[in-house]
C-alpha cells in the first residue's frame, strides 16, 4: 500500500506562489493517476487537478492557468505549482491517488496548509 506524503503548504500574501509536493513511498506510483483536491474552512472537498500515468492533465476552472500539475516518476514525487494565489484558495491541500478520472480519490496523504492573506 502506498503512502502519500504531502508537502511546501504555508502562509502567503495574495498573488504569490508556493509548489506543493506530493511525496509516495510504500510502491512506485508511475501507473497510477494522481491528482490533487482541497478543503477549505466550512467548504466541501473541492478538486484541484489531476494527471494521468501518460500526462494527461486536467484542471479544475477555479485554478486553470493558474496551478499546473507535474510528475517526477523517478522520485516517485506529484507536484503543485500554484501562482497568483487568492485568499479563496486557503485550504488543506491534499494528494491522492485517482481511481475514477479525473475526481474520485482513493486514497490519500494527511494534507497540507496554505493559507493565502490579502
Known amino acids: 500500500q502506498v503512502q502519500l506524503v504531502e508537502s511546501g503548504g504555508g502562509l502567503v500574501q495574495a498573488g504569490g506562489s508556493l509548489r506543493l509536493s506530493c511525496a509516495a513511498s510504500?510502491?512506485?506510483?508511475?501507473?497510477?493517476?494522481m491528482g490533487w483536491f482541497r478543503q477549505g474552512p466550512g467548504k466541501e472537498r473541492e478538486f484541484v487537478a489531476a494527471?494521468?500515468?501518460?500526462?494527461?492533465?486536467r484542471y479544475s476552472d477555479s485554478v486553470k492557468g493558474r496551478f499546473t500539475i507535474s510528475r517526477d516518476n523517478a522520485k516517485n514525487t506529484v507536484f503543485l505549482q500554484m501562482n497568483s494565489l487568492k485568499p479563496e484558495d486557503t485550504a488543506l491541500y491534499y494528494c491522492?491517488?485517482?481511481?475514477?478520472?479525473?475526481?474520485?480519490?482513493?486514497?490519500w496523504g494527511q494534507g497540507t496548509q496554505v493559507t493565502v492573506s490579502s
Open positions: 510504500g510502491r512506485d506510483i508511475k501507473f497510477d493517476d
Open positions: 491522492g491517488k485517482v481511481v475514477g478520472w479525473p475526481d474520485k480519490f482513493g486514497s
Open positions: 494527471i494521468t500515468r501518460f500526462e494527461t492533465l
